[in-house]
């Protein structure tokens, strides 16, 4: 059974740092294909940021510059290093996890494209 535990989240102010975590169990983690979402009061989930099984990483325009996606596969954990925060950043960290996504490459950012997630980890940005 495929068990996704997120971890990291906090409160930071503007222009700090923060780095989540998702350990993954129950499955073969170098086979699937993983992903960060996001989910503000009152806003569908987005996608953050994914990274397919040779490491090729993808980001929303919103955080190209400022994250990045990374993997240990001897851990089994999923990465989200988030640098220069911004309070429209504030929201529900989700890590989700997909064996066979129809679609690849910038696809991999759609949350249908999933159907594993964690419960997600929560990340305040002050101004």
């Known amino acids: 059974q495929v068990q996704l535990v997120e971890s990291g989240g906090g409160s930071v102010q503007a222009g700090g740092s923060l780095r989540l975590s998702c350990a993954a169990s129950?499955?073969?983690?170098?086979?699937?294909?993983m992903g960060w979402f996001r989910q503000a009061p009152g806003k569908e989930r987005e996608g953050v940021a994914a990274?397919?099984?040779?490491?090729?990483?993808f980001y929303a325009d919103s955080v190209k510059g400022r994250f990045t996606i990374s993997q240990d596969n001897a851990k089994n954990t999923l990465y989200l290093q988030m640098n220069s925060l911004k309070p429209e950043d504030t929201a529900m960290y989700y890590c989700a996890a997909e064996l066979n996504p129809p679609y690849g490459g910038s696809w991999l950012l759609i949350p249908n494209e999933y159907n594993y997630w964690g419960q997600g980890t929560q990340v305040t940005v002050s101004s």
């Open positions: 990274i397919e099984r040779d490491g090729s990483a």
């Open positions: 129950g499955y073969t983690y170098s086979s699937y294909v």
